[in-house]
C-alpha cells in the first residue's frame, strides 16, 4: 500500500459459492454441485508430494503457512503471527516412509539372495514317515465323504420333487376350478353330494320330454406326471348317458312317384360335423351332441305321437324311426331318426360323404321355430288366477244371440297344429313351389317365343311364396309388356294375379299351371299386335280373347284381332290358339283382286273400293326372328308410301 495513504480494510471472500457450469442462451446460469466430503478429501490428497523430504516439507509448510497468515498480517499487524501446531496429514506421511523403508530393506535382501554370494536359502526338513497316510485310508475317506454327498443330494432331490408333486397337484387343480367355472358359465350345474351334475334337456324351456338328460362332471386323473404334459390336455371331462353318445339328425325325404319332377331329393337336418374350434375343448363337443341328440329325439317322439293322434285322409306310417306321410297323392314324405353310437358304424359310413347341397338350413331353421313355439306353448298352457263369473277371453264367447260365435268358430279358435302338421304344410309348399318352378324352366327352355322370365322374390314365408311372371318378346319388351302376372304359391292352391287384378286360383297339379300359362302366352301374340298396331298407325278393328268359332281348343280358348291400314285398304287378321297356333289372313281391295267373279247386282263403281276376299300368309316362310317382327315387317309392307 502506499505510504502517503491511510490503511483500509479490505475483506476478502470467495465471489461465489458454487462455481457456475454453464450459462444458457436465455441467460440461465447452472451451477455445478458442491463437493461431498468425499469429493474434497480426495482433491485435498491429490495436492501432497510424496517425493519431497522433511526440510522441504517443513520449508514448504512454513510457505505455507506465510501464505495463509498474510492476509490477515495485512489485516491487523499488531496481533500475533498464527503457527499450526502439526501438519494434519503428517501421520500418513510416516507410515508411507516407513513402508517404503520396508519395502526398500527387502528389494535389498531379495537382491544379495539372487546373486548367492553372501546369503543362502535353504529349505526346512520334514520326517517323511510323519505326512504319509496309507492308500486304503484315503479311499475310505473319499468314499465316505462321497457318500455324505450323496445323501445330501438325495435329500434335496427328493424335497425337490415333492415341491414339483405340490405345485403340479395345486396347478391341476387351479385349472380343474378354472374350467369348472367356464364350464358353469356355459351349462347349467348343481352339486348333489360329492358329485357334480349337470343338465342337457330343454325342461327350462317348456319341454316335457322324460328323459333326465344329466351328466356328471369328474376330474380328469389320466396323465402321467413324469411325462410331459400333452397340448390338447383337459383337467375335466364329463360322463354323459350311453343313449346320448354319438351322433344323431333327422333325414326328411320327399319322394314323387310319378315322373313329372322326380325326387325332391333328401336333407338331413340337426347334423353336426365334429369339427373342433380353435379355442375349444372337447367337453364342449360332446356336451353339444349329446344334446343334438336329446334334441332330435324330442322332436321325433312329439312328431311319432303326432301322427298316432291325427285323423287324416290317408293315415300316417309309425315304424320303428321312421314316419310316412302322403301329403298330395302320389307324393310321399319320409322322417327318419337316425343315431350312431358306435365308431365302427361311423368309419363305416365316412366314405359316403355328405354333398354340401344336401342340407336345407331353412327347414331346420323353421323346424328350430316351430318346436321353440310348442315349448312356449307349454310355458303359457298354465291358467292364471281369474274370477270364475267372467274368464279372461274375446268378448264375443260371452255374447248371446246373432253376434256370438258359432260351434263352428269357437272350435275353430280351440283348434291348434301340430308339430307334425306344421311340417307337412311346409312339405307341402316346398314341393308346390319346387313344381311351380320346374314348370315354368321347362316352358321357357321348350317355347322360344315368347318368352317368359320368373323373378323369384327373396322375402318369402314358410308357407307362401311369390313370382312375377313375365312374357315379352325380343326386342319389343317396352312396347309387348301387357302380361304380368303375380303366382302366390301356397300350401295346396296357386293364386294368379293378372295385372288388371283378377285373380285366378289354381290346385296343386301341374298340367293346370301349365294350361294356364300356355294360354297367356298364346293372348300375348294377340296383344302384341294390337301394340304394334297403335305403334304402326294401323286401325284395331275387332279384339276378342276368347273366340267362339273355329275349332275348339283343348286348352283354354283362341284369341283374334284384326287391324286395318291407316287408308284402309288393306286388313289383317290374326288368329292364335294354344294348340292350333298361329293363322294369319290378309284382305287385299278389290281392285287388286284377280279372280274376283263379277256381280250383276253390284254394277255400281264405288263399290270397288271395298275390300276383298281374305287370303292366308304362309307364316313360316316369313323372314324375321319372331311373331312380333315378321308383323311388323308386314305391316310395312302393306302401308302406302305417303
Given at each position: 500500500m502506499m505510504s502517503?495513504?491511510?490503511?483500509?480494510?479490505?475483506?476478502?471472500?470467495?465471489s461465489?459459492?458454487?462455481?457456475?457450469?454453464?450459462?444458457?442462451?436465455?441467460g440461465?446460469?447452472?451451477?455445478?454441485?458442491?463437493l461431498?466430503m468425499?469429493?474434497n478429501?480426495?482433491?485435498?490428497?491429490?495436492?501432497?508430494?510424496?517425493?519431497?523430504?522433511?526440510d522441504?516439507d517443513?520449508?514448504?509448510?512454513?510457505q505455507?503457512s506465510?501464505?495463509?497468515?498474510?492476509p490477515?498480517?495485512?489485516?491487523d499487524?499488531g496481533m500475533?503471527?498464527?503457527q499450526?501446531?502439526?501438519w494434519?496429514?503428517?501421520?500418513?506421511?510416516?507410515?508411507?516412509?516407513?513402508?517404503?523403508?520396508e519395502?526398500?530393506?527387502?528389494?535389498?535382501?531379495?537382491?544379495?539372495?539372487k546373486?548367492?554370494?553372501?546369503m543362502a536359502?535353504?529349505?526346512?526338513?520334514?520326517?517323511?514317515?510323519?505326512?504319509?497316510?496309507p492308500q486304503?485310508?484315503?479311499?475310505?475317506?473319499?468314499?465316505?465323504?462321497?457318500a455324505?454327498?450323496a445323501?445330501?443330494?438325495?435329500?434335496?432331490?427328493e424335497?425337490?420333487?415333492k415341491s414339483?408333486?405340490?405345485?403340479?397337484e395345486?396347478r391341476?387343480?387351479?385349472?380343474?376350478?378354472?374350467?369348472?367355472?367356464r364350464?358353469?358359465?356355459?351349462?347349467?350345474?348343481?352339486?348333489?353330494?360329492d358329485?357334480?351334475?349337470?343338465?342337457?334337456?330343454?325342461?327350462?324351456a317348456?319341454s316335457?320330454?322324460p328323459?333326465?338328460?344329466?351328466?356328471e362332471?369328474?376330474k380328469?386323473?389320466?396323465?402321467?406326471?413324469?411325462?410331459?404334459?400333452?397340448?390338447?390336455y383337459?383337467p375335466l371331462?364329463v360322463?354323459?348317458?350311453s343313449?346320448?353318445?354319438?351322433s344323431?339328425?333327422?333325414?326328411?325325404s320327399?319322394?314323387k312317384?310319378?315322373p313329372?319332377i322326380?325326387?325332391?331329393?333328401?336333407?338331413?337336418?340337426?347334423?353336426?360335423?365334429a369339427?373342433?374350434?380353435?379355442?375349444?375343448?372337447?367337453?364342449?363337443?360332446?356336451l353339444?351332441?349329446?344334446?343334438?341328440?336329446l334334441?332330435?329325439?324330442?322332436?321325433f317322439?312329439?312328431?311319432?305321437?303326432e301322427?298316432?293322434?291325427?285323423?287324416?285322409?290317408?293315415?300316417?306310417?309309425?315304424?320303428k324311426?321312421?314316419?310316412i306321410?302322403?301329403?298330395?297323392?302320389?307324393?310321399?314324405?319320409?322322417?327318419s331318426?337316425?343315431?350312431?353310437t358306435?365308431?365302427?358304424?361311423?368309419?363305416?359310413?365316412?366314405?359316403?360323404?355328405?354333398k354340401?347341397?344336401?342340407?336345407?338350413?331353412?327347414l331346420?331353421?323353421?323346424?328350430?321355430q316351430?318346436?321353440?313355439?310348442f315349448?312356449?306353448?307349454?310355458?303359457?298352457s298354465?291358467?292364471m288366477?281369474?274370477?270364475?263369473?267372467?274368464?279372461?277371453s274375446?268378448?264375443?264367447l260371452?255374447?248371446?244371440?246373432?253376434?256370438?260365435?258359432?260351434?263352428?268358430e269357437?272350435?275353430?279358435?280351440?283348434?291348434?297344429e301340430?308339430l307334425?302338421?306344421?311340417?307337412?304344410?311346409?312339405?307341402?309348399h316346398?314341393f308346390?313351389?319346387?313344381?311351380?318352378?320346374?314348370?315354368i324352366d321347362?316352358?321357357?327352355?321348350r317355347?322360344e317365343?315368347?318368352q317368359?322370365q320368373?323373378?323369384?322374390s327373396?322375402?318369402?314365408?314358410?308357407?307362401?311364396?311369390?313370382?312375377?311372371?313375365?312374357?315379352?318378346?325380343?326386342?319389343?319388351?317396352?312396347?309387348?309388356?301387357?302380361?304380368?302376372?303375380?303366382?302366390?304359391?301356397?300350401?295346396?292352391?296357386?293364386?294368379?294375379?293378372?295385372?288388371?287384378?283378377r285373380v285366378i286360383?289354381?290346385s296343386?297339379?301341374e298340367?293346370?299351371?301349365?294350361?294356364?300359362?300356355?294360354?297367356?302366352?298364346s293372348?300375348?301374340q294377340?296383344?302384341?299386335?294390337q301394340?304394334?298396331?297403335?305403334?304402326?298407325?294401323?286401325?284395331v278393328?275387332?279384339?276378342?280373347?276368347?273366340?267362339?268359332?273355329?275349332?275348339?281348343?283343348?286348352?283354354?280358348?283362341a284369341?283374334?284381332?284384326?287391324?286395318?291400314?291407316?287408308?284402309?285398304e288393306?286388313a289383317?287378321s290374326?288368329?292364335?290358339?294354344?294348340e292350333?297356333?298361329c293363322?294369319?289372313?290378309?284382305?287385299?281391295?278389290?281392285s287388286?283382286?284377280?279372280?274376283?267373279?263379277?256381280?250383276?247386282?253390284?254394277?255400281?263403281?264405288?263399290?270397288?273400293?271395298?275390300?276383298g276376299?281374305?287370303?292366308?300368309?304362309?307364316?313360316?316362310?316369313?323372314?324375321?326372328?319372331n311373331?312380333v317382327?315378321?308383323?311388323?315387317?308386314l305391316?310395312?309392307?302393306?302401308?302406302p308410301?305417303?
Amino acid at each position: 500500500m502506499m505510504s502517503g495513504a491511510p490503511a483500509v480494510r479490505v475483506s476478502i471472500e470467495s465471489s461465489c459459492e458454487r462455481q457456475v457450469q454453464e450459462v444458457s442462451l436465455d441467460g440461465l446460469e447452472t451451477y455445478a454441485p458442491p463437493l461431498s466430503m468425499s469429493q474434497n478429501l480426495a482433491k485435498l490428497a491429490q495436492r501432497i508430494d510424496f517425493g519431497q523430504s522433511s526440510d522441504e516439507d517443513e520449508d514448504g509448510l512454513e510457505q505455507d503457512s506465510q501464505q495463509w497468515s498474510k492476509p490477515e498480517t495485512e489485516e491487523d499487524e499488531g496481533m500475533v503471527k498464527f503457527q499450526p501446531s502439526l501438519w494434519p496429514w503428517d501421520s500418513v506421511r510416516n507410515n508411507l516412509r516407513s513402508a517404503l523403508t520396508e519395502m526398500c530393506v527387502l528389494h535389498d535382501v531379495l537382491s544379495v539372495l539372487k546373486d548367492k554370494k553372501y546369503m543362502a536359502l535353504d529349505p526346512v526338513s520334514q520326517d517323511p514317515s510323519v505326512g504319509k497316510t496309507p492308500q486304503v485310508f484315503q479311499l475310505l475317506s473319499k468314499k465316505k465323504s462321497l457318500a455324505t454327498a450323496a445323501q445330501l443330494l438325495l435329500r434335496g432331490a427328493e424335497k425337490l420333487t415333492k415341491s414339483v408333486v405340490e405345485n403340479q397337484e395345486q396347478r391341476r387343480q387351479r385349472d380343474f376350478n378354472s374350467e369348472l367355472l367356464r364350464l358353469r358359465s356355459q351349462w347349467k350345474l348343481r352339486k348333489v353330494g360329492d358329485k357334480i351334475l349337470g343338465d342337457l334337456s330343454y325342461r327350462s324351456a317348456g319341454s316335457l320330454f322324460p328323459h333326465h338328460g344329466t351328466f356328471e362332471v369328474i376330474k380328469n386323473t389320466d396323465l402321467d406326471l413324469d411325462k410331459k404334459i400333452p397340448d390338447d390336455y383337459c383337467p375335466l371331462n364329463v360322463q354323459i348317458p350311453s343313449e346320448l353318445e354319438g351322433s344323431a339328425y333327422i333325414k326328411v325325404s320327399i319322394q314323387k312317384q310319378s315322373p313329372d319332377i322326380g325326387d325332391l331329393g333328401t336333407v338331413n337336418l340337426f347334423r353336426r360335423q365334429a369339427k373342433a374350434k380353435p379355442g375349444s375343448q372337447m367337453w364342449h363337443l360332446k356336451l353339444e351332441a349329446a344334446q343334438n341328440v336329446l334334441l332330435c329325439k324330442e322332436i321325433f317322439a312329439q312328431l311319432s305321437r303326432e301322427a298316432v293322434q291325427i285323423k287324416s285322409q290317408i293315415p300316417h306310417i309309425v315304424v320303428k324311426n321312421q314316419i310316412i306321410s302322403q301329403p298330395f297323392p302320389g307324393l310321399q314324405l319320409s322322417i327318419s331318426l337316425c343315431h350312431s353310437t358306435g365308431e365302427k358304424k361311423n368309419q363305416r359310413a365316412s366314405p359316403d360323404k355328405s354333398k354340401p347341397d344336401d342340407h336345407l338350413y331353412v327347414l331346420e331353421h323353421n323346424l328350430h321355430q316351430l318346436i321353440r313355439e310348442f315349448h312356449k306353448q307349454t310355458l303359457s298352457s298354465v291358467v292364471m288366477p281369474h274370477p270364475a263369473s267372467a274368464p279372461f277371453s274375446h268378448k264375443r264367447l260371452r255374447m248371446a244371440g246373432p253376434m256370438a260365435y258359432d260351434k263352428t268358430e269357437i272350435s275353430a279358435l280351440q283348434q291348434s297344429e301340430g308339430l307334425l302338421e306344421k311340417i307337412i304344410k311346409q312339405a307341402k309348399h316346398i314341393f308346390l313351389r319346387s313344381r311351380t318352378a320346374r314348370t315354368i324352366d321347362s316352358l321357357a327352355s321348350r317355347i322360344e317365343d315368347p318368352q317368359i322370365q320368373a323373378h323369384w322374390s327373396n322375402i318369402n314365408d314358410v308357407y307362401e311364396s311369390s313370382v312375377k311372371v313375365l312374357i315379352t318378346s325380343q326386342g319389343y319388351e317396352q312396347i309387348c309388356k301387357s302380361i304380368q302376372l303375380q303366382l302366390n304359391i301356397g300350401v295346396e292352391q296357386i293364386r294368379v294375379v293378372h295385372r288388371d287384378g283378377r285373380v285366378i286360383t289354381l290346385s296343386h297339379q301341374e298340367q293346370e299351371l301349365q294350361d294356364f300359362l300356355l294360354s297367356q302366352m298364346s293372348q300375348h301374340q294377340v296383344h302384341a299386335v294390337q301394340q304394334l298396331a297403335k305403334v304402326m298407325g294401323w286401325h284395331v278393328l275387332s279384339f276378342s280373347n276368347h273366340v267362339g268359332l273355329g275349332p275348339i281348343e283343348s286348352i283354354g280358348n283362341a284369341s283374334a284381332i284384326t287391324v286395318a291400314s291407316p287408308n284402309g285398304e288393306y286388313a289383317i287378321s290374326v288368329r292364335n290358339g294354344p294348340e292350333s297356333g298361329c293363322k294369319v289372313l290378309v284382305q287385299f281391295p278389290r281392285s287388286q283382286a284377280k279372280e274376283l267373279p263379277k256381280s250383276d247386282v253390284v254394277q255400281d263403281a264405288k263399290w270397288t273400293h271395298l275390300r276383298g276376299p281374305y287370303k292366308e300368309v304362309h307364316w313360316g316362310r316369313m323372314e324375321g326372328r319372331n311373331f312380333v317382327y315378321k308383323m311388323e315387317l308386314l305391316m310395312a309392307a302393306l302401308t302406302p308410301c305417303p
